[in-house]
């Protein structure tokens, strides 16, 4: 049997990288897929392909995920193609620029955390109605290694990342009694668009590398793979977790 056979998914962000993997991964698992993201052509070259090889599985939406009444529409159109939500793949985010604290404006800080951490909360507050409805659910919040141990210059994404992880723990707390289980993914360096800018340069890509115990990139499939674990009833008594995909990096000295 499919390990998500009839369960109905929103993954956000998913017209690339992580999130087109994550949708590709749950379509083949046997779910139903509320595709969205703002790339609208990107997107649907995604569902398009899913839809081909899986049948009418997929729907895709144009999604700001900072944007409240965008939740309450996509909610709503989820509910009435699939019939009901049981999975919700936080999975869209922005780095933002690489500045110092003090070259940070406020515009820059809020652009980030309103897609990082806004959405995320957002999402979480729209589903669980539909979620409890079905007397569970569970929602996986795509965070980052810099929501841990923060990264460098990219302050605001830090923080961003650092919130979904809190918001992951005071959620699964608050979401278990309605058996809706509540994880964070920790992603370190994964080839994606996100990072293309750092991996399009040789000398920056080996350095990438050589920073990683396990020597080379992550995979988009990589995380896939856990979001599909945690999304399913594998998972059933995990709750409140946060999951580290990083070769290893954070555990080098």
């Known amino acids: ?95 933002g620029k690489i500045h110092t604290l003090q070259d940070i404006t406020v ?13 995320n909360f957002l999402g979480i507050k729209h589903v669980v109605p539909e979620m409890k409805k079905n007397n569970g659910g569970s929602i996986v919040n795509i965070s980052s290694l810099a929501g841990i141990n923060g990264f460098g210059q990219l302050t605001p994404y830090a923080a961003s990342k650092g919130a979904n992880r809190i918001l992951t723990k005071g959620a699964a707390n608050q979401l278990g009694p309605d058996n809706i289980r509540v994880n964070s993914v920790h992603p370190g360096f994964i080839e994606t668009p996100m990072i293309q800018e750092y991996t399009s340069n040789e000398d920056a890509r080996n350095y990438l590398i050589s920073s990683i115990p396990l020597r080379t990139l992550g995979q988009p499939s990589d995380v896939a793979n856990v979001v599909l674990f945690l999304a399913s009833d594998e998972a059933r008594f995990v709750t409140g977790e946060e999951f580290i995909i990083d070769g290893g990096q954070s555990i080098k000295e």
């Open 1 to 95: 049997m499919s390990r998500l056979e009839g369960k109905v998914a929103i993954i956000t962000g998913a017209a690339s990288g992580q999130g087109a993997e994550e949708a590709r991964f749950f379509a083949r698992e046997g779910a139903k897929v509320i595709a969205t993201d703002m790339q609208v052509e990107l997107l649907n070259q995604v569902v398009n392909s899913i839809n081909e090889q899986f049948g009418d599985v997929a729907l895709a939406l144009k999604h700001d995920v900072a944007n409240e009444q965008d939740w309450i529409d996509i909610v709503k159109a989820g509910v009435e193609k699939f019939g009901k939500i049981d999975i919700l793949v936080n999975n869209a985010g922005v780095a």
């Open 107 to 119: 515009d820059e800080w809020n652009f980030v955390m309103n897609i990082n951490a806004l959405g």
